[in-house]
């Protein structure tokens, strides 16, 4: 380390999109490494609406690594954490900042501590995939500080030591993690099938049912489908193979009636393979049977579906609406049947709420006069089930990571290197 002082701080801030999968991962051959049993393919989110943003900071005057995540003090004990940060200090390179009057060499790094800021704009470990934006933005945002030449492809394959899914936030549009063979997981990690501006009619609605922390981790829920589950094998062995082979077909062809049929098959697939877990694990709950039971009827009473549901492990309801015309008649019927509990129709649907303008709902009393949806016609009365949706995130698909220049932005202090 060639500097002229000992006080100096580097630091760098990226941002970072979650996604959601539409052929699920689920299961892993090795805990380690993160190695799973089939390949999956998501839909990166709009970063404007969920995100993470990250702050991670070098500095001589560090005692040790340390971490702030929404502004509390975490530990960085946990292996993942452990990994991503050996396997991207393995790979760092000189650094040299000349207004600062800094250089770092490669051997410098080792003997560095780091601290690192992050904020989730969205609820953390409620099923909103806070661990892949989270993972991804760590992985990402270190491989900048320390000058790191892998591309995104290759930093994936760390992201995804931290958590699975992280590896596929690595890449806006719609990414494919590739399982790969080897045992030392070095050829399992995440490609782009499509960027974000490919299919940009889709808009994408999420109901948010309940933000409180899930009772079983995705982790321990898959390590137990792995011990106990035979309908596991054969979705890995037979059914995931092929349907990535249609769903990389569907995505480039934009053909939303086979992504719908095929986004909600393999959701479905997912919730029955949790439960075929012993003891069965349940993630979805009667709001989100509902949600499914609405866009089915809906689906099956127009030519051609309009919308396709996906469910991660929690009861949160992932709508995939085939352009603004559908969402906008998707947030009607959401609306019907799920009125807010309170008057603030401002908080209760977020992100981009110009979707809700195009349904024609400005305030309470659009929602009051919403009429029944048509297809439900002869099944009248039809209850309603007001305050079961905590709010609604209307976004669409979005691009990958990128690097906040501006200083105003980072979550840790220039000074010090202590959160802001
Ligand atoms: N911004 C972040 N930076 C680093 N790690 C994070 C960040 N946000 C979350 N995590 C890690 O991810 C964990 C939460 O992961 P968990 O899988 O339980 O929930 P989730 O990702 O929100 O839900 P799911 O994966 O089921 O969609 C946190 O306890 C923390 O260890
Ligand atoms: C249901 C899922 O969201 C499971 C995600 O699991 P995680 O990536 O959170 O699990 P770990 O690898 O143990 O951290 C499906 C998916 O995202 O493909």
Known sequence: MANESQNWVLMVTA?????????????????????????????????????????????????????????????????????????????????????????????????????????????????????AAGFACLVYALGKLMNVKEDESQLSAIARQGSGSACRSLYGGFVKWIMGKEDNGSDSLAVQLADEKHWDDLVIVIAVVSSRQKETSSTSGMRETVETSLLLQHRAKDVVPKRILQMEEIIRNRDFASFSRLTCADSNQFHAVCLDTSPPIFYMNDTSHRIISIVEKWNRSEEDPQVAYTFDAGPNAVLIARDRKAAALLIQRLLYYFPPSSDDLDSYIIGDKSIAKDAGINGIPDVEALPPPPEIKDNIPSQKYKGDVSYFICTRPGRGPVLLSDESQALLNGENGLPK
């Open 15 to 131: 941002q970072t999109p979650t996604n959601i999968a539409v052929i699920k991962y689920w299961g892993k051959r090795d805990e380690t490494l993160i190695l799973p049993v089939n390949d999956s393919i998501s839909v990166t989110l709009d970063p404007n609406h969920l995100c993470t943003t990250t702050t991670v900071a070098v500095s001589p005057t560090f005692q040790q690594d340390r971490m702030w995540l929404n502004g509390k003090e975490i530990s960085l004990s946990a292996g993942r954490f452990q990994s991503c940060l050996r396997e991207i200090r393995g790979r760092a390179c000189d650094v040299e900042d000349k207004k600062k009057g800094v250089k770092i060499t490669k051997e410098d790094w080792g003997k560095l501590h780091l601290h690192i800021a992050s904020y989730n704009n969205f609820p953390t470990a409620a099923g909103l995939a806070s661990s």
